[in-house]
């Protein structure tokens, strides 16, 4: 019951608390195109959940079996990125072998694994010192916070479309990263601050 309670909080902790995909603005490019694609953004959030969860799970049982996890940053982040391309081949392998993946969901895909958010989440991981029950908690937080961030992205597009008083030259694109970077403000405010410290 523990290992389900960790599982459950962690999750929570990721979308509420830590949101990984709002803090330091990581996957928020993704999160502005799947926005104006509300039938992508479920599918990508499903594909980031699943990548996460298996990047944290491998990255974590590396991380206790060597001493990778006392490396130093960039030899970190090269074993970890080294898992993430593992484990996108071998997804990318069974979608195309297996399941006869379209083109689209090939792309899909990869923009889902190589995405920001999911490389993070094992430095997330290491860094909090989280269980093995946390790391699944946070790689599927990671695509629930996704999910929020893409809901929250789409309907200020809507509402900022709407405001007939933003200047010309805020219009658009702009106006779209002011907004995100009022969101992240929010979310960093809920952040752990010594987490990042």
Do not use: H, W
Not at 115 to 134: G, H, M, R
Request: glycine share 8%.
């Amino acid at each position: 019951m523990k290992i389900v309670y960790d599982l459950f909080v962690t999750a929570l902790y990721a979308v509420f608390v830590q949101n990984m995909v709002m803090s330091f603005g990581l996957g928020s490019s993704e999160a502005i195109r799947a926005s104006s694609k509300p039938d992508r953004f479920i599918s990508l959030a499903a594909m980031i959940s699943g990548f996460s969860v298996a990047t944290s799970v491998i990255c974590k049982l590396i991380d206790m079996f060597t001493a990778s996890a006392e490396l130093p940053y960039a030899l970190r982040a090269a074993v970890y990125g080294g898992v993430l391309a593992g484990v996108y081949f071998i997804a990318a392998f069974a979608a195309l072998v297996i399941f006869k993946a379209s083109k689209k969901a090939m792309g899909t895909l990869g923009i889902s694994a190589l995405n920001t958010l999911v490389f993070a989440v094992p430095f997330i991981n290491n860094t909090a010192s989280y269980s093995f029950a946390n790391c699944i908690g946070s790689g599927i937080g990671a695509g629930i916070a996704f999910v929020l961030a893409a809901a929250l992205i789409s309907r200020g597009a809507v509402r900022l479309a709407e405001n007939k008083d933003i200047p010309a030259v805020f219009k658009g694109t702009p106006a779209m990263f002011i907004y995100v970077g009022i969101l992240s403000l929010a979310f960093s405010g809920f952040a752990d601050s010594t987490l990042f410290s």
